[in-house]
């Protein structure tokens, strides 16, 4: 393989971690969007890169999902929701900026810790890119229980579920990756549609058990 | 009727059954075609006991599966003849809304497809594709009655599940890597059969770091403690014929899911053994479940919280692994199943005829209720694991196979089970016996899907049937 398509490949899975740590702090619900939207974009580059390294015509199905539905569609979606719902504009944080960053980055280490020597017979492009995807994927966890509003954790899924598309391409031949990445954009088509049509406001943002558990007075 | 005809049976009905359903406007008929589409089922489903279909790239029959789409296809049907009724009832109260019952009747046959495709699946992505599926229908069932409470709780439903099944995928993946380089690129390395007897010789660390994720991922939506915060909310805010279905099979599905992938771990030497793994969080699930049982105060979550308990039982006999504590396992899961859905039924019913889900709100049951009162004090009773009831048998062999192979890890065991005995006599006591309470409606319950699951585990706690042993010990032996 040459060294360029290597490189190029490395560029934008890097590239994808760096804007899941962008995604981290943002403080308001419109930046994050337009973030997200920057980071479904890098996911369409990096999956039709493969396409094209690995000679796989069915991945440019899957980057061109990634490029309409999840970096145009639904940014402007959840633009619209937030705008229609009155939703609240500022991101509530649970744990500060700093720490969340600093946390993201132990996040990153790790993955590289973990993928690296498991990999070690995998061929480089797979091992690299594996590392980055379980990166972006952690990433996107972090963000999911560091953010208070429902609207910022559901950015979270997604970026979580980029990491994911991101480690399917990378898997040399794998099969039922399209297949996949239409069953998530179900999912996320869902819970955009979920959010708007449960109205979750910010009174059912929280993922906290006992909150529920308060109102059903099963706690004291 | 062959092997092949019968699998699309099981797989198709559903499927069309739905697409049908979403456009039948009227009730009674569309209740009627639900359980018509599920007798259907079922029968495609016992055709496959006898004829086995060819393994083909994406779907497979063997012993294992099929245990749990018989289980699954059956309690399916009997909770469409409960269903039936208990809709009746939502309708009259008006609760639902026929739009939103044309919707539910919908999503309860793709709930059947998602989870019979699951099973018989022979490819670990369509597995996980149908397992999303059968996450999705069953969130939008849980926020059906749209109260802020049923909304919160499909939300957290949603998001839990949703990040179960997308570490899960990833796990999905790494298998696959794992595979390829044994097996080479495409199907082969997704599916099942190829995947079985080739484990020994993919690279012992990725599988490891693939079962952890898997474990995590399918593990949620198993219930096991400590990733089972959705569980309680989502039975006791949804409908209860839901209710019956999550815990009687939707949690034996995923767990299906994670046996598949620990028998991949046993047939590679290098690879760490997955047993106890499952023992450490079966434990868990169990004494966790039990202590959370005193203090619920909703009967439906008191039985979901049940339900936890009683899947760490099953997740621990199956990471004791070997014939005897696989094949507890296997039928503790068949019991469990049967009597918790025939509770569910019950509960259903009661809080029906009570208005409400209140635990200290229902009282005396025996006496303003007989019929349902005594369904309730059997099912405890069954559940609590009291002879002569199946579930007596199938804890009796696990506590005693653990006795034979690991003393130790049967103390926590017993203690788990003593405390959750205890939890469920209690609150029987209040809500059966006692001066009755509150508003008592009539009530119009169809008793026979109870009377049907009890009869079948009474008959199985005082004499199995040898063919129905001999059938078990051999899938017990298949699940290593």
Redesign the interface.
């Known amino acids: 393989m040459p060294s360029l398509y290597f490189d190029i490949a490395h560029l934008l899975a890097g590239g994808m971690v760096l804007v899941s740590f962008m995604l981290l702090y943002q403080d308001r619900v419109f930046g994050l969007f337009n973030v997200f939207a920057l980071h479904a974009a890098v996911l369409a580059l990096c999956v039709a890169w493969q396409a094209f390294v690995q000679d796989a015509p069915h991945l440019y199905v899957t980057a061109l999902i990634a490029l309409v539905f999840k970096a145009i569609i639904v940014p402007v979606a959840l633009h619209r929701v937030v705008l229609r719902l009155g939703i609240g504009r500022v991101i509530e944080t649970a744990v500060g900026i700093g720490p969340t960053m600093l946390l993201g980055v132990a996040l990153v280490a790790l993955s590289i810790q973990?993928m690296l020597?498991?990999?070690?017979?995998?061929d480089v492009l797979?091992r690299e890119d594996?590392a980055f995807?379980?990166s972006v994927?952690l990433l996107g966890?972090l963000m999911?229980v560091t953010r208070r509003n429902?609207v910022s954790?559901v950015i979270g899924?997604m970026s979580?579920?980029n990491g994911?598309i991101l480690?399917?391409a990378g898997?040399?031949?794998?099969?039922?990756v399209v297949?996949?990445s239409v069953?998530f954009s179900?999912?996320i088509a869902?819970?955009v549609i979920?959010i708007f049509l449960?109205r979750?406001r910010e009174?059912?943002d929280t993922?906290d058990?006992h909150?529920?558990d308060r109102?059903?007075?099963?706690?004291s | 009727m062959s092997g092949d005809t019968a699998v699309l049976l099981v797989l198709l009905v559903p499927a069309v059954a739905a697409a049908i359903l979403a456009l039948v406007p009227e009730h009674r008929l569309s209740t009627r075609l639900n359980v018509a589409a599920c007798v259907l089922t079922f029968a495609g489903a016992l055709v496959l006991l006898e004829q086995r279909p060819t393994p083909g790239p994406f779907l497979l029959i063997d012993d294992v599966n099929v245990v749990f789409v018989v289980l699954t296809t059956f309690v399916a049907l009997s909770a469409s003849v409960f269903s039936a009724s208990y809709i009746d009832h939502e309708l009259a109260i008006g609760r639902l809304t026929p739009t939103y019952l044309r919707f539910y009747h919908a999503m309860y046959q793709l709930l059947m497809f998602g989870m019979n495709l699951a099973l018989v699946a022979n490819n670990i992505g369509l597995m996980w594709v149908a397992i999303e599926i059968a996450t999705l229908t069953t969130v939008l069932m849980v926020g059906i009655y749209r109260t802020p409470a049923a909304l919160e709780a499909a939300w957290k439903y949603f998001i839990l599940g949703s990040v179960g099944i997308a570490l899960a995928l990833f796990g999905t993946i790494l298998v696959y890597l794992a595979a390829r380089p044994v097996v080479g690129e495409g199907l082969d390395a997704m599916s099942w059969t190829v995947l079985a007897t080739a484990s020994a010789r993919f690279d012992p660390a990725l599988l490891n770091l693939a079962f952890v994720f898997l474990l995590i991922g399918y593990g949620t939506k198993v219930g096991l403690a400590p990733l089972h915060a959705w569980l309680p909310d989502a039975h006791a805010e949804g409908p209860t014929p839901i209710s019956a279905v999550l815990s009687g099979l939707l949690l034996n599905v995923a767990l299906y899911a994670v046996l598949r992938f620990k028998l991949l771990l046993a047939g590679n030497p290098g690879a760490v053994a997955a047993g106890p793994l499952l023992i450490t969080m079966g434990l868990s699930s169990l004494i966790f479940a039990s202590f959370m049982l005193y203090r619920r105060r909703d009967i439906k979550r008191f039985f979901a919280y049940s339900s936890i308990e009683h899947m760490g039982i099953i997740a621990f006999a199956f990471g004791m692994g070997g014939p005897v504590a696989n094949f507890a396992g296997l039928l503790h899961m068949t019991m469990h199943s049967l009597t918790k859905s025939a509770i569910f039924f019950a509960v259903g019913h009661i809080a029906q005829v009570k208005g409400t889900q209140k635990i200290a709100e229902i009282r005396g049951l025996t006496a303003s209720h007989p019929l349902l009162g005594w369904s309730l004090v059997i099912g405890v009773v069954a559940i609590a694991g009291m002879p002569p009831f199946g579930i007596f048998l199938s804890e009796f062999l696990v506590v005693s196979s653990t006795f034979a192979r690991q003393p130790v890890l049967a103390v926590p065991l017993v203690f788990g089970l003593l405390i959750g005995f205890g939890a469920l006599m209690l609150r029987l006591h209040g809500v059966a016996f006692g001066q009755p309470t509150g508003p008592a409606h009539p009530d119009k319950a169809s008793y026979l899907p109870i009377l049907v699951h009890f009869t079948l585990v009474l008959i199985a706690g005082i004499w199995l049937p040898a063919p129905l042993v001999q059938w078990f010990q051999a899938v017990a032996r298949g699940l290593g």
């Open positions: 973990v020597p498991v990999t070690a017979h995998a797979t594996l995807a379980l994927v966890l999911m429902a954790q899924f979580l579920e994911l480690a399917a898997a040399k031949g794998m099969p039922l297949e996949i069953a179900v999912l869902l819970i979920g449960f979750i009174r059912f993922v058990v909150a529920l109102a059903r007075g099963e706690q």
